[in-house]
């Protein structure tokens, strides 16, 4: 073989290596991928109170909306994850399908609440 074959052999074998390791961290969660938005719930003690995210929704109705007409299994409503008693909440989207999650988490990666979100499969 020919020093130049050797060479493109060797440069595609470290290239295909390399996209090979950057498509497991990314698949895996281990490199964030860009526009991914991870939906985590933050623990109790941090989430905004219940009156912060009822304006939220009332100010951001337009995007309720949207969610709401990806699918009919799809509805947004004030979540208390922590218990009734406490005054914090955030925003559930509750999903029935992969297609109505996969549209709502797209609809999520440009639009905000201004307030924690918690997608729920049902």
Do not use: W
């Amino acid at each position: 073989m020919t020093k130049k074959r050797l060479r493109a052999i060797g440069i595609a074998v470290v290239l295909g290596g390399g996209l090979l390791v950057a498509g497991g961290g990314i698949g895996l969660s281990l490199i964030p991928f860009p526009g991914k938005q991870e939906f985590s719930r933050p623990e109790c003690g941090k989430l905004p109170s219940q009156s912060e995210v009822k304006r939220a929704l009332s100010q951001h109705r337009d995007l309720v909306a949207r969610l709401e007409n990806v699918g009919e299994g799809v509805s947004v409503r004030v979540g208390a994850p922590c218990g009734e008693q406490k005054d914090e909440a955030l925003i559930h989207i509750v999903y029935h399908t992969k297609r109505e999650r996969d549209a709502v988490s797209s609809i999520l990666a440009n639009h905000s609440f201004g307030v924690p979100v918690e997608l729920i499969e049902r």
